[in-house]
């Protein structure tokens, strides 16, 4: 069965500084591999996906996720965090296109001014 | 184009009552997810509905159950209300030729408080 995992439950990190949320998933077959971000109070908005192709995936907004299959990783990025950035990030991931989706526990990104 | 609307946003229930939670998909989406999201989780799938039938569960009892109506608008039904039922009841509509999830959109969810 598939699973996701992310590492940390909290992440501190200052204004204007660079920011990794982990995440890690279990699966013996080729997946789809989503970030979600949560913002307080509201439901869930797709940040960025990788189905296929290059391994290096961008958001409009800055952060980016590359797809690492040896090490069954797909880390998010971004260089310089604001502060409306505060949310939560739930990695996810699906067997097919019309699967389920299964998400990880969330990354709750607490940026400090 | 109307975004995923949700409704009602907040709802305090009995145990042991019954609870119905609903869904209007964004224009031209034709599945409709629902996925329970218990405080500090992840949201967990509980069922997708495609032309007005249930198109695969997640591991919720029976007491959990749907409908979708002809204009792709869903309803979550739960019977005999528990405590651990209180939750973030997430809807997302999708159209199915373009993929369900990778086409997802959701809605802002309905909060469910059970006393």
């Known amino acids: 069965a598939q699973s996701v995992t992310q590492l940390d439950s909290q992440v501190p990190v200052f204004e204007e500084a660079p920011v990794e949320l982990r995440c890690n998933y279990s699966?013996?077959?080729?997946?789809?591999l989503f970030w979600y971000v949560q913002y307080p109070n509201q439901g869930l908005q797709l940040l960025l996906k990788?189905?296929?192709?290059?391994?290096l995936v961008e958001s409009i907004n800055g952060f980016e996720a590359e797809f690492n299959k040896s090490q069954t990783s797909f880390h998010l990025r971004k260089p310089s965090v604001h502060i409306s950035d505060t949310a939560e990030y739930f990695c996810a991931v699906s067997l097919s296109r019309d699967d389920k989706i299964i998400f990880g526990k969330g990354t709750r990104l607490h940026i400090l001014p | 184009e109307t975004g995923v609307t949700q409704s009602p946003t907040h709802l305090i229930k009995t145990r042991g009552q019954q609870v119905t939670l609903r869904c209007s998909s964004q224009?031209?989406?034709?599945?409709v997810s629902w996925y329970q999201q218990a405080l500090g989780q992840g949201p967990q799938f509980i069922f997708q509905y495609y032309r007005e039938e249930e198109n695969g569960r997640g591991n919720f009892p029976p007491r959990f159950s749907g409908l979708q109506f002809p204009n792709y608008s869903s309803e979550l039904n739960v019977n005999a209300l528990e405590l651990d039922d209180s939750a973030l009841y997430l809807c997302a509509s999708s159209p199915r030729d373009r993929g369900v999830n990778t086409e997802a959109f959701f809605g802002q969810g309905t909060r469910l408080t059970v006393v």
């Open positions: 699966s013996s077959v080729s997946v789809y």
């Open positions: 224009s031209g989406h034709n599945t």
């Open positions: 990788y189905l296929s192709g290059s391994t």
